[in-house]
């Protein structure tokens, strides 16, 4: 058992043999168990170098070795769903010396990617698709007259959404050599999934199950030593014989539950299914950061792992104590909470990520984690407003890309008054799967949609009050992490709907910032002796400022940390081509094209999204102008008005 994370490489002899899943093969089963632990110790010290998730790979070390040990991989194909279980699985699978490359630029991707491995199948970057994906792979397989198994690997939570269910549902009825292997480590059935929990429980209420039940106690009580025996087997037969009931019904073979820990049991199960054809199901319990005793206690704290550094002396360390834009949403949440008991909370698994603990604690009554399930969670809200109830949805940019129908359909067409607040609006480690660059684009085209992009801590609490005191549905988008670090006013106060703040006077060229972009603009400001408008609102947009800054400046350059396409600056171009305001316009933002994984600040700097490569973009274009001859040499312009 790990009690710390290891800071030096542990010794691995038996993993150090293990480059590809055919090495795995040719070791003896007996050595398996004592492979898992190196396995563990490794994964340990390799997250522990890079940061990134940890507890979901330490509860499969044993269900990893056994399906590679079992399966032909990469001939038999193997999905995982949620991605981040499949640590254990890079280094098996050829990638172990490069662990200490997770997340970083130009190193492995945190989740599965097609491009990167033969044996990494399927992106999963999001949950909850493994299943679908398999059946496909499965009825692709067929078709092309290939023998193969097709496994797909699901839990941590990804069986709470209801796309896996559509899945089990369709799979059960092709009838397709599949099997599906439900992790369950009390994160998917056990805790989120109620309506399961409600099933089984109509079960157990029964006439039926209560009739036999109590016969078989008054049969039994004058035998009391039997009778409690009974007792605990009733007990295990519910989480025995119910789960299967209900997959059964669904047209799958189940089997289980097995004990995901105990490789013997792993591979005999594995190993008789592989005989077996048409839709199987293998229900393998484990527990989540098995082996390391801290994630063992708390797995919800340690499902993701910050990089371990060295223990230095303490000093004092200048913004320590500046609190992340989650941080902001979450003590808001508080205050408004106390303001105003209509004020619900929402989160579709999100708890700890969107800061909502202190909320889910002093206001359980009014606090629903709804599990991956994002479609439901909007849904859910929009039925909270209908009848007089304060929904605030607290939700990733990514993952709300998942309910883009609900939020039309449910939400803004019968203008219900929903507070959406965005986290992770930005780019981040985790790559492309999990970046939030399109929610200005999908949610400006959205009529009775208020679109807001704070540029600071305050302003991100203002605008959330600004959100929720509007009538109707809006939406409040902050990057991860933190600002700039001003200061939080504890009042709050609502912003004008619509209105720019211009932040600094110029010269020549405005300079209309959206949200976290306002801070490098007043770098850049500082350059070129600048405009600097902090917009603040995406929708509605200030018209009137944007048509005064086109009447006083040579340039309109726009700023957002998001897509170009259709984003805050095609808003601006809208206004200015409606109005025939004719004024040259440098739209600035995230290319059309994937940003890899790795450091955002690199990331940023290589879309030329930083101060110096907002200055060179600007710089660029006031050349290109005069060469054009639109605009005078760049030594005699002017100092606000257009030349």
Same mark, same amino acid.
């Given at each position: 058992?790990?009690?710390?994370?290891?800071?030096?490489?542990?010794?691995?002899?038996?993993?150090?043999?293990?480059?590809?899943?055919?090495?795995?093969?040719?070791?003896?089963?007996?050595?398996?168990?004592?492979?898992?632990?190196?396995?563990?110790?490794?994964?340990?010290?390799?997250?522990?170098?890079?940061?990134?998730?940890?507890?979901?790979?330490?509860?499969?070390?044993?269900?990893?070795?056994?399906?590679?040990?079992?399966?032909?991989?990469?001939?038999?194909?193997?999905?995982?769903?949620?991605?981040?279980?499949?640590?254990?699985?890079?280094?098996?699978?050829? &990638?172990?010396?490069?662990?200490?490359?997770?997340?970083?630029?130009?190193?492995?991707?945190?989740?599965?990617?097609?491009?990167?491995?033969?044996?990494?199948?399927?992106?999963?970057?999001?949950?909850?698709?493994?299943?679908?994906?398999?059946?496909?792979?499965?009825?692709?397989?067929?078709?092309?007259?290939?023998?193969?198994?097709?496994?797909?690997?699901?839990?941590?939570?990804?069986?709470?959404?209801?796309?896996?269910?559509?899945?089990?549902?369709?799979?059960?009825?092709?009838?397709?050599?599949?099997?599906?292997?439900?992790?369950?480590?009390?994160?998917?059935?056990?805790?989120?999934?109620?309506?399961?929990?409600?099933?089984?429980?109509?079960?157990?209420?029964?006439?039926?199950?209560?009739?036999?039940?109590?016969?078989?106690?008054?049969?039994?009580?004058?035998?009391?030593?039997? &009778?409690?025996?009974?007792? &605990?087997?009733?007990?295990?037969?519910?989480?025995?014989?119910?789960?299967?009931?209900?997959?059964?019904?669904?047209?799958?073979?189940?089997?289980?539950?097995?004990?995901?820990?105990?490789?013997?049991?792993?591979?005999?199960?594995?190993?008789?299914?592989?005989?077996?054809?048409?839709?199987?199901?293998?229900?393998?319990?484990?527990?989540?950061?098995?082996?390391?005793?801290?994630?063992?206690?708390?797995?919800?704290?340690?499902?993701?792992?910050?990089?371990?550094?060295?223990?230095?002396?303490?000093?004092?360390?200048?913004?320590?104590?500046?609190?992340?834009?989650?941080?902001?949403?979450?003590?808001?949440?508080?205050?408004?909470?106390?303001?105003?008991?209509?004020?619900?909370?929402?989160?579709?698994?999100?708890?700890?990520?969107?800061?909502?603990?202190?909320?889910?604690?002093?206001?359980?009554?009014?606090?629903?984690?709804?599990?991956?399930?994002?479609?439901?969670?909007?849904?859910?809200?929009?039925?909270?407003?209908?009848?007089?109830?304060?929904?605030?949805?607290?939700?990733?940019?990514?993952?709300?890309?998942?309910?883009?129908?609900?939020?039309?359909?449910?939400?803004?067409?019968?203008?219900?008054?929903?507070?959406?607040?965005?986290?992770?609006?930005?780019?981040?480690?985790?790559?492309?799967?999990?970046?939030?660059?399109?929610?200005?684009?999908?949610? &400006?085209?959205?009529?009775?949609?208020?679109?807001?992009?704070?540029?600071?801590?305050?302003?991100?609490?203002?605008?959330?009050?600004?959100?929720?005191?509007?009538?109707?549905?809006?939406?409040?988008?902050?990057?991860?992490?933190?600002?700039?670090?001003?200061?939080?006013?504890?009042?709050?106060?609502?912003?004008?709907?619509?209105?720019?703040?211009?932040?600094?006077?110029?010269?020549?060229?405005?300079?209309?910032?959206?949200?976290?972009?306002?801070?490098?603009?007043?770098?850049?400001?500082?350059?070129?002796?600048?405009?600097?408008?902090?917009?603040?609102?995406?929708?509605?947009?200030?018209?009137?400022?944007?048509?005064?800054?086109?009447?006083?400046?040579?340039?309109?350059?726009?700023?957002?940390?998001?897509?170009?396409?259709?984003?805050?600056?095609?808003?601006?171009?809208?206004?200015?081509?409606?109005?025939?305001?004719?004024?040259?316009?440098?739209?600035?933002?995230?290319?059309?094209?994937?940003?890899?994984?790795?450091?955002?600040?690199?990331?940023?700097?290589?879309?030329?999204?930083?101060?110096?490569?907002?200055?060179?973009?600007?710089?660029?274009?006031?050349?290109?102008?005069?060469?054009?001859?639109?605009?005078?040499?760049?030594?005699?312009?002017?100092?606000?008005?257009?030349?």
């Amino acid at each position: 058992m790990l009690e710390e994370i290891p800071l030096t490489r542990p010794d691995t002899p038996l993993l150090d043999r293990v480059e590809t899943p055919a090495d795995l093969r040719a070791l003896a089963a007996e050595d398996l168990p004592a492979l898992a632990e190196e396995l563990r110790a490794f994964l340990a010290w390799s997250v522990g170098q890079t940061g990134g998730h940890f507890g979901a790979g330490l509860g499969v070390v044993e269900l990893t070795l056994a399906l590679h040990y079992v399966l032909e991989t990469p001939d038999d194909l193997l999905v995982w769903d949620v991605g981040h279980q499949a640590y254990p699985h890079k280094i098996l699978t050829g &990638r172990r010396e490069r662990m200490t490359t997770m997340r970083q630029s130009g190193g492995l991707a945190p989740f599965p990617v097609r491009d990167e491995s033969p044996y990494d199948t399927f992106g999963v970057g999001h949950s909850s698709t493994s299943i679908g994906a398999a059946l496909g792979m499965a009825i692709a397989s067929r078709m092309q007259g290939r023998r193969r198994k097709v496994v797909a690997v699901i839990g941590d939570g990804a069986m709470t959404a209801g796309q896996a269910f559509e899945a089990l549902n369709h799979a059960g009825e092709c009838r397709e050599d599949l099997l599906v292997v439900l992790n369950d480590n009390a994160m998917s059935i056990s805790e989120n999934v109620g309506g399961l929990s409600r099933y089984f429980a109509r079960i157990f209420a029964s006439r039926l199950y209560a009739s036999v039940r109590e016969g078989g106690k008054r049969v039994l009580s004058a035998i009391p030593p039997v &009778r409690q025996l009974a007792a &605990r087997t009733e007990e295990h037969m519910k989480g025995m014989v119910v789960p299967g009931t209900l997959f059964e019904e669904l047209g799958f073979n189940y089997i289980g539950p097995v004990d995901g820990h105990d490789l013997d049991e792993l591979l005999v199960a594995l190993r008789n299914i592989r005989k077996l054809t048409g839709p199987q199901f293998l229900h393998v319990i484990t527990q989540k950061g098995r082996g390391y005793a801290p994630a063992e206690s708390h797995p919800r704290g340690m499902h993701s792992l910050g990089k371990i550094e060295p223990r230095k002396p303490a000093t004092a360390v200048q913004g320590a104590n500046t609190p992340k834009y989650s941080n902001v949403f979450g003590n808001w949440l508080v205050d408004m909470a106390e303001r105003d008991e209509r004020l619900v909370g929402i989160t579709p698994a999100m708890c700890e990520g969107s800061d909502l603990l202190a909320f889910c604690e002093r206001f359980p009554e009014r606090y629903h984690d709804v599990g991956i399930a994002e479609q439901h969670s909007v849904t859910l809200a929009a039925g909270l407003a209908c009848e007089g109830a304060k929904p605030v949805v607290a939700i990733y940019s990514t993952f709300l890309q998942r309910a883009y129908d609900q939020l039309i359909h449910d939400v803004a067409i019968q203008n219900l008054d929903v507070l959406f607040a965005l986290d992770r609006a930005s780019l981040v480690e985790d790559g492309p799967t999990h970046a939030g660059i399109f929610d200005l684009s999908y949610l &400006r085209c959205i009529p009775n949609m208020v679109v807001m992009a704070p540029s600071d801590e305050d302003e991100t609490r203002q605008m959330l009050y600004t959100g929720y005191v509007h009538e109707g549905p809006a939406a409040v988008r902050y990057p991860r992490g933190k600002g700039p670090g001003v200061e939080i006013r504890r009042e709050m106060e609502a912003i004008p709907l619509g209105e720019a703040k211009v932040l600094r006077e110029g010269g020549g060229v405005a300079l209309l910032a959206f949200g976290s972009m306002v801070t490098p603009a007043l770098a850049v400001a500082e350059r070129l002796d600048a405009t600097v408008v902090n917009m603040r609102f995406v929708k509605p947009l200030d018209r009137a400022c944007i048509l005064r800054m086109a009447a006083e400046h040579d340039l309109i350059v726009t700023l957002e940390e998001n897509v170009i396409a259709g984003g805050a600056g095609s808003g601006v171009n809208e206004v200015l081509l409606e109005e025939g305001a004719a004024v040259p316009v440098l739209n600035i933002g995230l290319p059309d094209y994937w940003l890899p994984h790795g450091s955002p600040e690199k990331e940023m700097a290589a879309a030329g999204l930083d101060a110096e490569g907002i200055l060179a973009r600007v710089e660029a274009r006031l050349d290109r102008l005069v060469e054009q001859g639109v605009l005078p040499a760049r030594s005699s312009l002017g100092s606000g008005s257009a030349s």
